[in-house]
């Protein structure tokens, strides 16, 4: 059988102020009322029944994530004691879909990204099942749009055709998050994608590869099987490692699906909501207020904080970002958005700081 | 005895989304703790005992006024049964002034104007009251700093010599808020003062400019004081209008004091609160919130409505107005704050503008 694990352990600040220690992003309702974790969950229901839809997140986000999607069974959510890195939540969630099938594919999908269309995100997480059955270990890779120095890059090696109509190529590198010029180059040969952290596989494949990559963590999962009571004792061993890092830059046998007319964006700052979000017609999103505006362009405004009513006044606004929470409020120009990582870093400086992160 | 009577019953959206028809100006804490009003009674303390501190203002806003200085009596609120202009106002509080003190002399000031220095303001009252002991009804005059449009404008005159170390001319002429070329003429006469909309005078003197300029009102004064239970009746009879143009323009013996050195400004816009405020060293000025920045200057920002602990966090801003308030928030370039105007014109033609108006 099929089976979806949704990674949903991840914390950040990228879209602070929106985004909290406790509340990360995630769990935001970034693009109207649902949350992102309830996007990824709903667009995966034609595809996957509920009591084949995992969740693997850690005890910190545990409860808030049931109570956005009371369709998933309780059982479904595998609990990390601590988070550790991508590669042990995934041999985790792995070690849960073998117990119910041992012959199964696992799709490993993030929880926070924009999908504008998800018939074709379906399709391709169709065709990637149909690659993993030929033993491939299988990254969903996008096609580069820009110079990214935020995202880890695959570089493709021989062609496998095509799978569902989707390109296929054997991976010949795995790139981790390159600086400007290396991006420069790699956007420019036609030969790199980007690595959208989603991943298909036979779960008795990835099982294997740890065993032969990761042999402490394979261990663990060997006292966990044995005696789930163990779990908190055995993940204190658990190596911290990526996914990336861990298994997929050493593994066999890795392809790449180029994941075409997804309309993918992974939402990594406040800008990035201008790009997805349909504008009106001065070319502004509003989200959660109403905005009164005079000569206003470009201007992204995102309000929460439970005050209904609230309304946005603009005037003479061209490519800003306005994010109005309960107890911040920030005002930053579009280009600048990432740095809000600045003003978090100035926080953790301060007394009080932790009040707001 | 010397009176003063706080003219306190004016409306105004130049200070929306802070101003509101049921919070004007004047009940607004625009400079830190303290509204507008308390500090405008507070500056008095020192030359007049409590007792000789009037209020004039309407019903609309006489308890919050109330309120907000206990320590002036009840009896000395003078409340209007409607707004009708300066011109019935003041001639109501200058007939209570003359019941306690027919050879009173009595200060008409302002609610809602910041004054910088404070001691030269109360000298400034002083000469002017020595001024109005000679029967001048008094204009104070403020030196015009640049072509503005909107205050009126008075003309001097002969020189009447020093008082109290303030300049003194006869008023020659007063002239409405003129356009912008006209501005600039009279700006760069230098023979123009704006009309600060203060005037010090002695009781028997302005009732009987009433008398002779405006027969009605002073028919009207007279039923008050035959029978202050007739004040709504005969208040509808009370004619609309300035007590500039109703009365100073067709005057005599009308003087213009210069007030040079008050650091006075009327704070007609968002804006003004930057010049007039302490800034920090990037020219931030920062009231009710607290603020992170990275490269931000010359940007105010005012939170209120209630939330403490508000943290405003700025990006490469410069010269921006950001106000903050429970239903409300405006954002728009320091320079074009004057046109919240436009804003408020939209907001009538809303179905629930008046929510925010």
Redesign the interface.
């Given at each position: 059988m099929y089976y979806a694990v949704i990674m949903a352990g991840g914390g950040g600040t990228r879209l602070w102020?929106l985004s909290r220690q406790d509340r990360p992003k995630q769990s935001l309702s970034l693009l109207g009322r649902r949350t992102m974790f309830q996007i990824a969950v709903d667009r995966l229901a034609p595809l996957f029944p509920a009591d084949r839809i995992l969740v693997v997140t850690s005890e910190r986000y545990a409860d808030s994530l049931r109570r956005q999607s009371p369709q998933l069974p309780p059982e479904n959510f595998v609990v990390e004691p601590a988070p550790r890195g991508t590669a042990p939540a995934i041999a985790l969630s792995a070690l849960h879909v073998r117990q119910r099938d041992p012959q199964a594919v696992m799709a490993c999908l993030t929880a926070d990204h924009y999908i504008g269309n998800e018939p074709r995100f379906r399709a391709l997480l169709a065709a990637a099942a149909e690659l993993a059955r030929h033993n491939y270990l299988v990254t969903l890779g996008i096609a580069p749009t820009y110079a990214a120095t935020g995202f880890g890059y695959i570089q493709r090696g021989a062609s496998l055709g095509s799978f569902g109509g989707f390109a296929v190529f054997r991976a010949a590198r795995f790139k981790e998050k390159p600086g400007l010029p290396e991006a420069q180059a790699m956007l420019a040969d036609g030969l790199h994608a980007w690595n959208s952290g989603m991943f298909v596989w036979q779960v008795d494949r990835i099982l294997a590869e740890i065993g032969r990559q990761l042999p402490k963590l394979h261990g663990v999962l060997a006292r966990i099987a044995a005696d789930p009571a163990d779990l908190e004792a055995a993940w204190a061993e658990a190596p911290s490692t990526t996914i990336d890092y861990g298994i997929m830059e050493g593994a066999r046998d890795v392809a790449v699906i180029l994941a075409e007319g997804l309309d993918w964006n992974d939402i990594g700052s406040w800008e990035a909501l201008l790009d997805v979000l349909p504008a009106d017609m001065a070319g502004n999103v509003v989200i959660g207020?109403e905005n009164?505006?005079?000569e206003t362009h470009g201007v992204l405004v995102h309000?929460s904080g439970g005050?209904p009513?609230?309304?946005?006044?603009?005037?003479?606004?061209s490519d800003?970002v306005?994010v109005?929470t309960?107890?911040?409020?920030?005002?930053?120009?579009r280009e600048?958005?990432q740095?809000?990582r600045?003003?978090v870093d100035?926080?953790k400086q301060r007394a009080?700081g932790n009040?707001?992160l």
């Open positions: 102020p207020a009164v505006g005079v309000s005050r009513g609230r309304l946005v006044a603009t005037i003479g606004l800003l306005i109005d309960e107890d911040v409020l920030l005002v930053c120009p600048r958005s740095e809000v600045a003003l100035q926080l009080d009040d707001y």
